[in-house]
């Protein structure tokens, strides 16, 4: 080792000091042939490099010549020093030669548990390294009484059987840990326990209130049928559709029959009352087409304008046109869809009859107005007074051309008949294909020639457009 490297009370004479180390020279040995000194190591180590010559003057070296030095040894143990553990706060001051008998009691001096643990410590942590942290350290268990060291006094902590706990159901209950086994199996009333009908988990101090309510809980048909093992939520489809003893309604409940029996003689009340079920079913057909009529007038109002304009659409006119030219009996006559004048107003329909009407037919398209009954009739001024506009929309490209449409307007002549109130019903003598003049409403029978037609493009992918505008007059009411 080289040389001392302790905290000296006083600096070392230069003399003490080894010239290959610098530091207070340990075991020193003594040159003979020229006198210089220097530690038994730090000279070993500098000769195995194959020098053999003296550090100090390089003269020649012989083994033979070197000797340890007692009396130097002596004076430099004779040195005041501190301890080696005086930072940590030990206050030791003696001779360099007293060290090692102090590091044996030195508070501060690193020591390996006696108890072979491997852990080294400081000498005055050794007694509560013994007494709590010692992995080897004898310890009495409190419940048991048996002696264990203290890595398996720990491990034997969580495993007692005669520690006493509490159940880890939490229900309340104490005991040693040998019972805790069959108290959760057996005793505690927190346990969980399946359902046997259901087989759903609940405690076992709520299972009985479970089955009570459980769904799959055996019940008896309340009919008395004889029926075994009914699961509650399967009763009431049993007693409808497979207890022999349930009451039930005739299958034509619905349709006004009012006849209850037990399952079995359902079939005979069917085959019996035949007649009376068949008259029922009539009147809820009749019922059902008056219902349907009045949705379907409604959505007709619903989907109509109410601005007071129509734009009406006929789509493959060239058709019309060829089935009005080949009727033997009348002309053929296509109807727009309603619409208002105004909200809540009047009620119109636009016709158009493709191959003219009388004094139009064969070569004119006609085109007529009527009023029909609506909803707020009892509301409005009679006769009808707003300007009607017809229009047949030229449907040519603006931008090559500028388009000309085909523009007819009156006002209603109030002593017409036809723009009187309308009585409920009045138009479907119209609808069924009659012609009389008075319920054409008012109209052009001439409003524009097949061959006017032709010269523009009024008719276009096969369809035309037919606007009809009414003027409404806004009063201010007082």
Not at 50 to 56: A, L, N, T, V
Request: hydrophobic content about 30%; proline content about 7%; aromatic content about 8%.
């Amino acid at each position: 080792m080289p040389g001392l490297d302790y905290r000296f009370m006083e600096r070392p004479r230069k003399r003490f000091l080894c010239p290959l180390c610098k530091k207070p020279m340990r075991e020193p040995v003594q040159v003979s042939t020229c006198g210089h000194r220097f530690c038994d190591t730090c000279l070993q180590e500098f000769l195995s490099e194959g020098i053999f010559k003296c550090p100090e003057d390089q003269l020649p070296l012989d083994y033979a010549k070197i000797f340890p030095d007692v009396e130097l040894e002596q004076q430099i143990l004779a040195l005041p020093i501190l301890c080696i553990h005086s930072e940590e706060g030990c206050r030791w001051i003696a001779q360099n030669k007293q060290l090692q008998g102090h590091l044996q009691v030195c508070a501060y001096n690193v020591v390996p548990c006696p108890n072979r643990c491997s852990v080294k410590l400081p000498r005055r942590n050794l007694p509560e390294h013994l007494q709590h942290d010692c992995s080897k350290r004898k310890l009495r268990c409190d419940h048991c009484s048996q002696e264990f060291t203290g890595e398996a006094h720990e491990r034997h902590q969580d495993m007692c059987p005669e520690e006493s706990i509490y159940c880890e159901n939490k229900c309340g209950a104490r005991m040693v840990r040998r019972l805790l086994t069959q108290h959760t199996m057996s005793e505690c009333p927190k346990r969980k326990l399946s359902c046997k009908y259901c087989g759903k988990e609940f405690l076992c101090d709520t299972i009985q209130h479970h089955q009570k309510q459980c769904p799959r809980f055996p019940v008896q048909c309340p009919n008395k049928c004889g029926t075994l093992g009914i699961a509650r939520e399967d009763l009431m489809a049993h007693v409808k559709e497979t207890c022999g003893t349930s009451i039930v309604f005739c299958p034509f409940k619905e349709a006004g029959c009012k006849y209850r029996c037990s399952k079995p003689a359902v079939a005979n009340h069917l085959e019996e009352a035949t007649q009376s079920h068949l008259s029922l079913l009539c009147g809820v057909v009749n019922r059902q087409r008056l219902e349907l009529r009045e949705l379907r007038r409604r959505v007709e109002e619903l989907s109509g304008s109410q601005d007071g304009t129509l734009l009406w659409k006929v789509c493959d006119y060239s058709r019309h046109l060829q089935e009005a030219r080949t009727r033997t009996s009348g002309s053929l006559e296509l109807f727009s869809p309603a619409f208002y004048s105004h909200r809540h107003g009047y009620r119109l329909q636009v016709s158009a009859f493709p191959n003219g009407n009388g004094s139009g037919e064969g070569s004119y398209l006609s085109i007529y107005i009527r009023i029909l009954p609506g909803e707020y009739d009892g509301l409005l001024e009679w006769p009808f007074p707003y300007r009607v506009t017809f229009s047949l929309l030229d449907q040519s490209d603006p931008a090559l051309s500028k388009p000309q449409h085909i523009l007819e307007s009156f006002n209603p002549d109030p002593n017409w008949k036809n723009f009187q109130r309308p009585q409920p019903g009045a138009m479907g003598s119209v609808r069924g294909g009659c012609l009389d003049e008075s319920m054409l409403g008012f109209g052009y029978p001439k409003f524009i020639s097949h061959e006017q037609m032709r010269k523009r493009n009024y008719i276009r992918d096969n369809a035309i457009f037919i606007k009809a505008s009414i003027d409404v007059v806004q009063r201010i009411i007082n």
